[in-house]
């Protein structure tokens, strides 16, 4: 049962152009969303969050769109550079038991920037 | 922030040995985190382990497959016992601090 999906498992975009990773959850309960970037070889880094409060969160370049109704989050890339080309990950995470957080990831979205 | 290291990076093992996973953190936590990659799978976290205690394992793992130490706050072991070509996968150890959660570089582990 994936409780995180990402549906897409590549995304190819030119250079200069928008990216937009697309992520959907089941649990309505989730109340914090966050996106990893990974590179191979390397452990995921965090790139963006987002909080159930909220519906937009920028950060420079990337910006992360929540929509709680449609169980949907979205992460935008402009313009996307070479640089960006990684598996990009989706995670979402309520509070649970001792005030802990565990994060249910998705599959991953590979993405290719191409110059 | 925090720097995380994995020991080692990779190794191919031998149906049946074990392989303990070596992760240190540049700072004192509290918590750390052992997951899993599967191929083609999602993050899978395996158990977190707390200084001083017991680690707590999710649904499917269990501590006579995956023993873990911590014996301080900046390190961790995880050890993958008789192992089947099936634990073949990335066991990446990670750290909260500060409110985010940091990632090693992981161990990508084969089974043969």
């Known amino acids: 049962d994936q409780q995180v999906k990402q549906n897409s498992p590549s995304l190819s975009v030119q250079e200069g152009r928008i990216s937009i990773l697309n992520c959907d959850y089941t649990?309505?309960?989730?109340?914090?969303f966050l996106w990893y970037k990974k590179y191979p070889a390397e452990g995921p880094t965090f790139l963006i969050s987002?909080?159930?409060i909220k519906d937009k969160n920028e950060d420079g370049r990337f910006t992360v769109f929540l929509n709680k109704s449609a169980k949907h989050l979205s992460l935008h890339i402009v313009p996307s550079q070479p640089g960006d080309s990684a598996v990009y990950f989706c995670?979402?995470?309520?509070?649970?038991?001792?005030?802990?957080?565990?994060?249910?990831w998705g599959l991953g979205t590979s993405l290719a920037v191409n110059p | 922030s925090a720097v995380i290291s994995q020991k080692p990076s990779r190794d191919i093992c031998q149906r049946g040995t074990s392989l303990t996973i070596q992760c240190q953190v540049d700072?004192?936590?509290?918590?750390m985190f052992w997951y899993r990659q599967q191929p083609g799978q999602s993050l899978t976290l395996i158990a977190t382990?707390?200084?001083?205690?017991?680690?707590?394992?999710e649904s499917g793992f269990v501590i006579d497959k995956f023993p873990i130490s911590r014996p301080n706050l900046t390190f961790s072991t995880l050890t993958v016992s008789n192992m089947s070509p099936e634990d073949s996968s990335i066991y990446l150890c990670?750290?909260?601090?500060?409110?985010?959660?940091?990632f090693g570089p992981g161990t990508r582990l084969t089974v043969t």
């Open positions: 995670a979402a995470s309520r509070r649970g038991a001792g005030n802990n957080r565990k994060l249910i």
């Open positions: 649990n309505s309960m989730f109340d914090y």
């Open positions: 987002i909080s159930s």
């Open positions: 700072s004192q936590v509290t918590m």
């Open positions: 382990a707390n200084q001083g205690s017991e680690a707590t394992y």
């Open positions: 990670s750290v909260h601090n500060g409110g985010e959660q940091y």
